[in-house]
């Protein structure tokens, strides 16, 4: 079955730094992947969708990658923010229907000032 | 501007109770979704119902029930809650098809003694 690996549990970085975020897969190459924000106490927000023809995908300071090479999504937030401080889960279809999802444990992120 | 509600937000119960976790979404979407997230463990996906009349088993459906009352509502039942079923609950929905972004409600934390 597929599985997902976000690289660090945590990552810490300064403010106006670019902030860069792994996610790896191990099995099939997914048709699509998502990534989403996750603040304390609260649900999943969707970011991006980048689709597995697509390299790139850009949102404001946001840029998602996707290489089906490596098996491997890059999420970067570009001049950060301690408001960026949060967790970021990525997401792919699981293999048991196109609208069910997997998730990564996800990375948290915080920027200081 | 509901988006997708769950009730309640806190609950504890005593092994060997039953409680039904309510979800409602605004939104007109057809496929809807229950995960619950753990520390260390991520979002798991426990059932989904693609359309109104429909329901599947995600990846940790045993000691859990659904029920798709209409296109808004969409239930999850613990008929004899256990300590490990102790965990937040995520409601989500999405329009119908692939690589739709899934919309989340601001989940239920459970305590189960």
């Known amino acids: 079955s597929q599985k997902i690996e976000q690289n660090s549990e945590a990552l810490n970085i300064q403010e106006g730094k670019t902030a860069t975020l792994t996610c790896n897969y191990t099995?099939?190459?997914?048709?699509?992947l998502q990534w989403y924000r996750q603040d304390p106490g609260r649900g999943p927000v969707f970011l991006l969708l980048i689709r597995e023809n697509e390299k790139e995908k850009r949102k404001e300071r946001l840029k998602v990658t996707f290489d089906t090479t490596l098996k491997q999504s890059l999420f970067h937030i570009t001049a950060s923010q301690p408001a960026d401080s949060a967790t970021y889960l990525c997401?792919?279809?699981?293999?048991?229907?196109?609208?069910?999802?997997?998730f990564g444990k996800g990375t948290t992120l915080s920027v200081s000032s | 501007n509901a988006g997708v509600t769950q009730t309640p937000k806190f609950q504890v119960l005593k092994t060997g109770q039953s409680m039904t976790l309510q979800c409602a979404q605004d939104m007109n979407h057809n496929s809807m979704y229950w995960y619950r997230q753990d520390p260390g463990m991520g979002l798991r996906l426990i059932y989904y119902?693609?359309?109104?009349?429909?329901?599947d088993k995600g990846e940790v459906p045993n000691g859990y029930n659904v029920s798709r009352l209409n296109k808004r509502e969409f239930s999850l039942r613990l008929e004899s809650a256990a300590p490990s079923q102790t965990s937040v609950y995520f409601c989500a929905s999405s329009e119908r098809g692939d690589n739709q972004p899934q919309h989340f409600g601001d989940g239920t934390r459970l305590s189960i003694l």
């Open positions: 119902s693609a359309s109104e009349g429909t329901t």
């Open positions: 099995n099939y190459s997914p048709a699509y």
């Open positions: 997401a792919l279809p699981s293999n048991q229907a196109g609208t069910a999802l997997i």
